[in-house]
């Protein structure tokens, strides 16, 4: 399956002092690698004192009204933490939810494509450069059907709390 992460999304209470977050209040998110899986946690912000080691992304909202629809919002440099943070592996989820940021990367225009080209070993690899700092990267290519990108943009949209 395409989607094979289990990472919960906005819980709503914060995990340092088990609180619920109100509508409107601030919190800070983190998404940290466990034993290889990501593992969001909320805090509070009274309860929050900077991101704990091996964060591989860390970010500040607001508490949404639960019932207001929310319009996405990205937020470029925590889609470039989880791109980076996943470079090098070759377990299938992660390839997949690496790709499906590079895509919206690049729909973005913060990577540019550059090329596609075939490794030695067949897998085809998305040539991408970094608009801003112009470094090179290379994305191997899942060969995700549409119905798998959209699915993967789901839950990479679910885990930020972009819904």
Sequence with gaps: MVTEFDIQGPTRVCCATGRELKAGERYYAVLLDDAG?????????????????????????RVPASDRPRKPTFNEELLLDCFHHLSGSAEPGRVNFRYVVALLLMRRRRLKFEDVRQAEDGVHVLVV????????????????????IAAVQAEVFRVLGWH
């Design 37 to 61: 899986k990501f593992v969001r946690k909320d805090f509070a912000a009274d309860a929050w004192s900077g991101p704990p080691a091996g964060a591989v992304a860390h970010w500040t909202g």
């Design 129 to 148: 450069r970094d608009a801003k700092g112009g470094a090179r990267h290379e994305v191997p290519d899942p060969r995700l059907t549409e119905d798998e």
